[in-house]
């Protein structure tokens, strides 16, 4: 017999393929840096598989620089720990997923189609097999990036609209300004009313046709600065008019239905006024009664004008035309001023202060530019302007004063000042005096209450925000609480104390809203309160007592005063916008493993025991949330015939470090005064605080500096509806794409609804629909109130960090917002007002 003939063994490979040389030298660095950095994280306490890792990585990368298949065998070990290891420290939190094992994904990927050029190859059908397999989980991983993640269905009955007032706050219509109650076609107000509720009772769009909205007109107001762009505007809507600002306080009158300008006046703001933001949220809107109806307000002025019972009537001539300055816009400036110009033709109001102007600073001192701006409309209250204004962060602890000030809404005449640690100094202070520097401010909008005659403000801090050890009893008292000051006295009525001993910069930035809460009882005039911690307090605003439950619970203590730290602080058990759990190094977060390694050492280093950990100077203080919130200026939204607070957020923490005042002043850390040239810093970002021990160093959303992206996990900000009545969850969504944000600076121009940072708020409607931009993709889009599903958005040509507003005009329904971009969000500038509107019929 024939001998069978057998084939011969195949070859070990000896020539090694170029791209497992390129693949053996990444897993080796890779395996330095992930091991060694992960070394240093496991020294700190962290976790231990970075050290695993990083060896298998580096053992295979040698191995394969052999060109040996054991090499490959090893990483499909690393690979295999590296899944089992992400679904134990994961589970199903699919952002969680992506540093860990994306990076890793994609090597194995490279590697398994490589397999048959080693020693001892792998069959080709086989790998690419397993190739495929990779292929289709990563491409899988990549298509649920496109659902959103952290959707939360409350599984609460959704409340339908009431056939009566709701719950919208009682009040007394013999004396209503168009501002205490617009018609149903009108925005008479920042909040839309005095209410602050920013609820419109249109429905002519609704859930069903609002996929056809387009644009109906566009204005550009020609105000771009250069820097700190952000003009945060809502116009006005009364009768067929719009009226607004912009960033440096031009006032604008348009055509309501068509966007065409009727008049434009310039203050002629001087760019070095821009504090941090060129800011000018809204104007104010003023109607006098008939002259001759006089009745005394005050002691001191019985000629003042008041709204005489049982209505109000305004003066008009035969023609349809009236006086001028019979109704005004009253603005606020970057400079400190208090502006009124007649609605109709928009020139100065000669009888009000100087030919139509009023200084605010007048007793305050010395005033560099930029440390006085009111960027918020007033609140009229009676015939009385009450404003605060913004004094600038973080620069000197003898800042100006935050002084409180009350002007007649006809003469511009001061009516009153509080100044809290001078309450007896209820006018100008006398010459070489001033009124007290560095008391807390009222940068935001307040809200008025013509029934009871009080005046709601949200206040800041007391300069020198993160350093509390010289600030006065007052100070301590007021700061951070919303205070009701009766403005026929301007003496505090009450005050409600959010934070105790502010050192986290956890100003009071949402506009507060009235409504008349269900209790037991009866229907109890009431005010709802969002706060940047999250929590939401609603008060009886008679008294300042909450009407829904709180809780005092421990907090930490420490960092650098701990004599100054409270022991306790107060707790809403109504409702919060902040996560259940505190941040853990698992929440850390980036697009690899090494960047996401870096985070974790980070979070390691720094203090932190949770919410209200205080800041220290030996290493960094991680707080969260950080001061942008929770909820801020954009405030939150409430649907009063229905029941249901809307309220977009943000979910990301600050890393703060005080800076002892030597190393300060070796970086050379002025107050803006005494710069060459604006730094453009973000606020916090190497502030001097100037009279303190310390400086402070803040990375606002605690963001990596080579990568840009935040440390915490997605999603960074949301949108939710909330149970006005009992405070319980309906839905819960994440809140902005990743359109506008990616590494390294570049805006990815993905659909993925990762929750962004938002700044700006949100408008519902009695048809069930929330309008609202505010994140940093440039979209405006309107929403199912009833399942916070998206149904339409429209791309906007610049950021849309402003609230939205709504209104009809000629039996047409808009919805405008003002895109002008801002500089902290890091979103186009423009200066765009858009009017969308369904077809015409």
């Known amino acids: 017999m024939s001998a069978t003939p057998q084939s011969a063994p195949r070859p070990l490979s000896a020539t090694r393929h170029p791209l497992v040389t390129v693949l053996a030298l990444v897993f080796i660095v890779l395996g330095l ?33 052999g060109n040996r298949r054991s090499g490959a065998l090893l990483f499909a070990v690393v690979y295999l720990g590296t899944l089992l290891w992400t679904g134990w420290e994961s589970g199903s939190d699919y952002w969680r997923w992506v540093p860990r094992l994306g990076l890793m994904t994609g090597l194995a990927f490279v590697l398994s189609l490589l397999t048959p050029t080693l020693q001892a190859p792998v069959p080709r059908r086989l790998s ?70 920013r609820y419109s009772p249109l429905k002519q769009i609704t859930p069903a046709n609002v996929a056809t909205l387009q644009p109906a007109w566009q204005f550009r107001t020609g105000d771009l600065p250069k820097r700190r762009w952000g003009a945060e505007t809502t116009p006005l809507k009364v009768g067929d008019r719009l009226y607004l600002c912009t960033g440096r306080n031009q006032l604008i009158a348009l055509e309501a239905a068509s966007g065409r300008q009727l008049w434009r006046f310039n203050p002629k703001v001087r760019d070095a006024s821009i504090p941090y933001t060129a800011a000018c949220r809204g104007v104010s809107y003023y109607e006098l009664p008939v002259a001759g109806a006089r009745t005394p307000r005050f002691a001191d002025d019985a000629a003042d004008l008041v709204v005489p019972a049982p209505m109000l009537v305004h003066a008009t001539r035969t023609d349809g ?34 030919n139509g102007q009023v200084d605010i ?101 007391a300069a020198g925000d993160y350093w509390s050890g010289s600030r006065t009893d007052n100070q301590n008292r007021y700061a951070t609480s919303l205070v009701a000051i009766d403005v026929t006295t301007g003496k505090p009525a009450w005050h409600f104390q959010a934070v105790r001993r502010d050192v986290w910069d956890y100003d009071l930035g949402s506009q507060a809203s009235l409504v008349d809460y269900p209790t037991p009882a009866g229907k109890v005039p009431a005010i709802l309160l969002p706060t940047k911690q999250g929590d939401l307090y609603i008060l009886d605003r008679r008294t300042g007592q909450p009407l829904t439950p709180t809780e005092e619970r421990p907090v930490p203590s420490g960092g650098v005063e701990p004599a100054q730290r409270s022991p306790t602080q107060l707790f809403s058990r109504y409702h919060t916008l902040r996560r259940e759990h ?28 949770g919410i209200y950990t205080p800041p220290s100077a030996d290493h960094h203080a991680i707080q969260y949330p950080g001061y942008n919130g929770g909820s801020d200026w954009g405030s939150v939204a409430l649907d009063p015939r229905r029941g249901i607070i809307v309220a977009n957020y943000n979910d990301l923490p600050n890393y703060n470090r005080l800076v002892p ?30 009279g303190t021990p310390y400086a402070i160093d803040v990375n606002a959303g605690w963001r990596l500096p080579f990568t840009g992206l935040p440390c915490k996990q997605p999603p960074y900000g949301g949108i939710r509806a909330i149970d006005l009545r009992t405070g319980r969850l309906l839905w819960d969504r994440p809140f ?41 993709d440039d979209l405006l889009r309107a929403i199912d109130l009833k399942t916070g599903k998206e149904l339409w958005h429209a791309k906007l040509p610049a950021g849309g960090q402003a609230n939205s507003m709504v209104y009809e005009q000629g039996g047409r329904q808009y919805v405008v917002i003002v895109a002008t971009g801002h500089h902290f969000m890091e979103t186009p500038k423009g200066d765009y007002v858009m009017a969308y509107a369904l077809p015409p019929p």
């Open 321 to 354: 035309t009236r006086p001028a300055c019979t109704a005004r816009i009253i603005e606020g400036t970057l400079d400190g001023r208090l502006i009124a110009v007649d609605a109709d033709s928009g020139r100065p109001c000669a009888g009000f202060g100087n």
């Open 661 to 690: 005042r030597a190393e300060a002043d070796r970086k050379g850390w002025l107050p803006r005064e005494q710069q060459r040239a604006d730094r453009g810093a973000g606020e916090g970002a190497g502030d001097p605080q100037v």
């Open 582 to 609: 505190d941040l853990t190094e698992r929440d850390m977060w980036g697009l690899t493993p090494i960047d996401q390694l870096v985070c974790r050492i980070q979070f390691r280093r720094a203090h932190y025991q």
């Open 736 to 776: 902005g794409s990743a359109r506008g944000n990616g590494p390294f600076g570049f805006r990815s121009g993905l659909p993925i609804e990762i929750g962004t940072p938002n700044n700006g708020g949100a408008v519902v409607t009695a048809s069930g629909l929330i309008f609202i931009a505010a994140a940093t």
């Open 33 to 65: 840096v992930i091991g060694g950095l992960g070394g240093w994280l496991l020294n700190l306490g962290g976790s231990a598989y970075y050290v695993a890792a990083g060896v298998g990585l580096l053992l295979s990368g040698i191995l394969l620089w």
């Open 128 to 197: 690419r097999a397993l190739a495929a397999v990779l292929a289709l989980g990563f491409m899988a991983a990549v298509t649920l990036a496109f659902v959103p993640h952290g959707v939360v269905d409350g599984h609460q009955p959704f409340p339908e609209p009431s056939s009566g007032a709701g719950l919208e706050p009682t009040r007394d219509t013999t004396q209503l300004q168009p501002a205490d109650q617009p018609a149903d076609s009108d925005w008479t107000a920042w909040g839309r009313s005095n209410a602050a509720t």
């Open 361 to 461: 600073t007048l007793g305050m001192g010395e005033v560099p530019p930029g440390y006085v701006s009111i960027t918020s409309p007033p609140a009229i209250v009676r015939g009385v302007i009450v404003t605060g204004h913004q004094v600038l962060d973080g620069q000197r602890r003898d800042a100006p004063s935050g002084v409180i000030q009350a002007f007649d809404v006809v003469t511009g005449k001061l009516r009153w000042a509080w100044d809290m640690d001078q309450p007896e100094l209820t006018r100008l202070p006398r010459q070489g005096q001033e009124y007290t520097r560095g008391t807390p401010d009222l940068w935001t909008t307040a809200t008025g209450d013509e029934q009871l005659g009080l005046v709601y403000l949200p206040l800041g801090n």
